[in-house]
């Protein structure tokens, strides 16, 4: 979770505390899937709004989990 706070705090413009494995790297083992990511997505989304956070930080915040779609789904 830690590693996940990091990383998503970087968009809406704080600090990049992110110094992790690669994304590819870091989930490879995983193999997640496309419907699983994109739950995930979907969840935090939801999380998000339901705390109150400001739509364009939302925006910003799905625009970078989504960058790294392609290096976290394996399967």
């Not at 995983?30 to 995930?40: C, D, M, R, S």
Request: charged letters at 25%.
């Amino acid at each position: 979770m830690d590693h996940q706070a990091k990383f998503l705090s970087q968009a809406p413009g704080g600090p990049q505390q992110y110094s992790g494995k690669a994304m590819n790297a870091a989930h490879q083992k995983l193999t997640i899937t496309e419907e699983a990511f994109n739950e995930v997505a979907r969840t935090l989304n939801e999380v998000l709004e339901d705390n109150g956070i400001d739509a364009a930080d939302i925006g910003a915040i799905m625009d970078l989990a989504g960058s790294i779609k392609d290096e976290v789904v394996s399967a």
